[in-house]
Nanobody, 120 residues
Framework: QVQLVESGGGLVQPGGPLILSCAAS????????MGWYRQAPANERELVAQ???????TYADSVKGRFTISRDKAKNMVYLQMNSLKPEDTAVYYC??????????????WGQGTQVTVSS
């Protein structure tokens, strides 16, 4: 069994910073990639940023230059440093991990989500 637990969401003023953290635990054999998605009301879930096991990063155009994804492989954790936040960044942010378990199965796992609200 695998669990992803996010933390760090909250209310922040426009232009401010926020850091999200996600810890993966359980019967994990190998993690191929970890990432962050977000979903605003009435919108589809979208990729925000992803980092592969080799360290390759991908960002949504809307967050390039403002957000930075990083990973602590030893702790099975991924972080999202968000700077210069805008009201349009308001959404529920979900942690995602593409991984293989000790039982041999490989698939995506999701956290429960953490709310980020950017407002004055």
């Amino acid at each position: 069994q695998v669990q992803l637990v996010e933390s760090g969401g909250g209310l922040v003023q426009p232009g401010g910073p926020l850091i999200l953290s996600c810890a993966a635990s359980g019967s994990i054999f190998s993690i191929y990639a970890m990432g962050w998605y977000r979903q605003a009301p009435a919108n589809e879930r979208e990729l925000v940023a992803q980092i592969t096991n080799g360290g390759t990063t991908t960002y949504a155009d809307s967050v390039k230059g403002r957000f930075t994804i990083s990973r602590d492989k030893a702790k099975n954790m991924v972080y999202l440093q968000m700077n210069s936040l805008k009201p349009e960044d308001t959404a529920v942010y979900y942690c995602n991990a593409d991984l293989r378990t000790h039982l041999g199965s490989s698939r995506d796992y999701w956290g429960q989500g953490t709310q980020v609200t950017v407002s004055s």
